[in-house]
Structure formats: C-alpha cells, structure tokens
C-alpha cells in the first residue's frame, strides 16, 4: 500500500511541471487610453462689460470727419439654439472726446456751425452664428445721441435767426462684429458699427443759406471685453 502511494506522489510531481507547461499563457489586457472630457461652448447667458475706440462722422455733414476717441460700456443677453446659432439684444452707451466744427460759409457770406454730439448710445438685437468659442455677429436698432447745437451768423459775425427740420436725435445703427471666448466667463470683441440720425435742413435762415442739408451720421470702430454669468464659457462635456 504504501508503494502505491509513494508511486502516486511521485508521478503527480511528475506530471505537474508538464502539464504546467502546456496551460496557455494568461492574456495581458491593456488599460483603455485616456481621453479628455469634450469642451462644450455655450453664449447663453448675461453680460455686462466696456469698450474703447475711435468714431468719426461721415461726409456732407455739419462736424469734422476727423477721429474721434470713444469709449463706454455695454450689457446684454444671448441665447444659443439649434444649436450653432445666437440670438442676442444689447444696450450699449459711449462717450466721445471733443471735435472740430466744419465752419460752412455761403455765397453772401454766411456761415453755419455746430457743436458735435459728445454722447452716443444704442438698443439693439444681433443675430450671429458660433464655431466653439468664436462668434460672428450682426446687429441692429435704435440709436440716441445728445442733439448737435446749430449757429446760423452772418459775415460780420452776429447771429441771425433761423429754424430747422429733422430730428437728429434719434436714429437707427447697425453694425457687425467678432467676439471671442477666452477664458471661462470672458469674451473680448472687435466691432464696427454705423449710427443714422437722419438730415437737418435749413428752413428759415439768411437767402444763401436757405435750404441748406447736412447729414448726421457716425461710424465707430471699437475693441471691448466682456464678463458673462452663469452659463456662457467652456464646460466639460459628461460623455
């Protein structure tokens, strides 16, 4: 018996490394790469923020076309839908430092001037479309700005008495711009936007001036930064 077991024990020690040999190797599993969150871009959201540039009117108008510097402040909300798209509406107030007159001098001797406008502001929506951070954008609406001031005076300097038409108060603008997400809640944007407020006429004044029309109009061309609550800025996407 006990031959029996000793022959058993021996054969299993044996038997054991050969079949050990035989057993296939265990598979290696390689651990899955790692891969970031995706960034999602949302303008959804309020702002409110400043900007600085330059402004100067157009042709055929009563002040100097020289620039203009011009800064202020402007808040708004966006929206983000389907799903590249932004709608937008901004308000948006501006301060300009002072300008030359264009002194106007009529055949008999006449002379018309003006002192510029030296605030200017806008209510407006936007329409503009987003790659991520960027947006481009259109915007248009209402325009306000302090009313220009008219001197009507004859060759020898003394005022003379006259009336005009037009309201140059109130216009429209419209205008375009890039803006930019550069960090979570900021966005900086460059934009051009053109302000109307219509034509003033001469109604009553000295013969040669009679009749007189001047436009009154701005371009501005401005850089500003914007600071976003809540939801617009970079998020991490959860899949």
């Known amino acids: 018996m006990k031959k029996i077991v000793l022959g058993s024990a021996l054969l299993a ?109 806008s209510v407006t929506g936007r329409i503009g479309y987003t790659w991520g951070p960027g947006l481009i954008y259109a915007k248009g609406g209402y325009a306000w700005r302090d009313s220009n001031t008219i001197g009507v005076a004859n060759a020898a300097g003394v005022p003379q008495p006259f009336t005009t038409s037009g309201n140059s108060k109130d216009g429209y603008t419209v205008g375009a711009g890039l803006e930019y997400l550069f960090a979570p809640n900021w966005s900086a944007k460059a934009e051009y936007q053109y302000y109307n407020f219509g034509n003033t006429t001469l109604t009553t004044a000295p013969a040669d001036a009679v009749g007189a029309r001047f436009r009154n109009d701005e371009h501005s061309v401005k850089v500003g930064v914007n600071y976003r609550f809540g939801w617009g800025g970079p998020t991490a996407s959860k899949y």
Do not use: C
């Open 13 to 121: 020690a044996l038997a054991g490394p050969a079949l050990a040999a035989d057993m296939p190797a265990r598979p290696y599993a390689k651990a899955p790469a790692y891969t970031a969150p995706a960034v999602v871009y949302n303008w959804t959201g309020f702002y409110i923020g400043g900007h600085v540039g330059g402004a100067f009117a157009g042709d055929n108008g009563l002040q100097s076309n020289d620039a203009r510097f011009l800064g202020g402040v402007q808040a708004g909300a966006d929206y983000q839908f389907a799903p590249n798209w932004v709608l937008g509406a901004e308000a948006q107030y501006s301060w300009l430092s002072g300008g030359t007159n264009n002194n106007l001098i009529f055949p008999a001797g006449t002379v018309v001037n003006g002192r510029v406008a030296d605030q200017i502001g």
